[in-house]
């Protein structure tokens, strides 16, 4: 046996090279996922409070880092296309008086790790791109008189840490009314996530839609 262990230790010595290096090439691609994963922006749209439509729109910073936000938007998706108004320093005029200080004066700023931001109610989203787009719409109900609302999509655009390229999310909500009658203006209804996690694009190739979702916003407003 040691006479065949001296013969082929050449041999012996190479494939305990290479298991070692396979064992090595595992471990750093677990360091780099594991840094990857650190590194990776992660924010999350939701709703809070309720499911109703006076739910608050909750903006959170999972990420490892701070994040600095940039734009809030929010999208009518209805029959006869889209409807895009700006969140980043919208307040209610009922609210200003008691919304004025710096804090909630706007959505825009630095956001800590593990921080968050409460924009406002999805009723009051969809009741201001409504107002901005002059569309005529039961603000109880939200339905619109003329076309079919089909979809809220929040939109956010961010920068992570000193990343030079911003990052967008974004996340649907669709309606969904206990009552299936759309005549009824009494109906109830449920904002619910069209996907279970939020949306992210932070690529390089995801850079033109980002400027399309600033360039869609209302001007001289």
């Known amino acids: 046996m040691l006479e065949w262990l001296n013969h082929n230790s050449g041999g012996l010595s190479a494939i305990a090279s290479f298991f070692t290096l396979i064992v090595w090439l595992f471990y750093a691609q677990l360091l780099y996922l594991n840094f990857a994963r650190q590194r990776r922006p992660r924010i999350i749209i939701n709703r809070g409070r309720s499911k109703s439509p006076d ?28 409807y ?9 005029s009922e609210n200003r008086e008691e919304e004025s200080n710096e804090e909630h004066a706007t ?10 931001h409460q924009v406002c109610s999805f009723r009051e989203i969809i009741d201001h791109a409504a107002e901005e787009h002059k569309l005529d719409i039961d603000r109880s109900s939200l339905i619109l008189s003329d076309e079919t609302l089909r979809m809220l999509e929040i939109r956010l655009v961010a920068i992570y840490g000193n990343e030079d390229r911003p990052v967008g999310a974004y996340r649907c909500f669709m309606l969904e009314r206990s009552d299936l009658d759309p005549d009824e203006k009494n109906n109830d209804c449920l904002i619910v996530p069209t996907t ?26």
């Open 84 to 92: 895009t108004c700006d969140l980043t320093d919208y307040t209610r």
């Open 196 to 221: 279970f996690d939020t949306l992210r694009i932070s690529r390089r190739w995801h850079q033109k839609r980002i400027r399309r979702w600033l360039d869609s916003l209302p001007r001289g407003r």
């Open 107 to 116: 959505r825009q700023g630095p956001l800590d790790s593990g921080d968050y």
């Open 55 to 82: 739910g608050m729109c909750l903006i959170s910073n999972m990420s490892s880092e701070a994040i600095f936000v940039s734009n809030v938007m929010g999208v009518l998706h209805t029959s006869k296309g889209e």
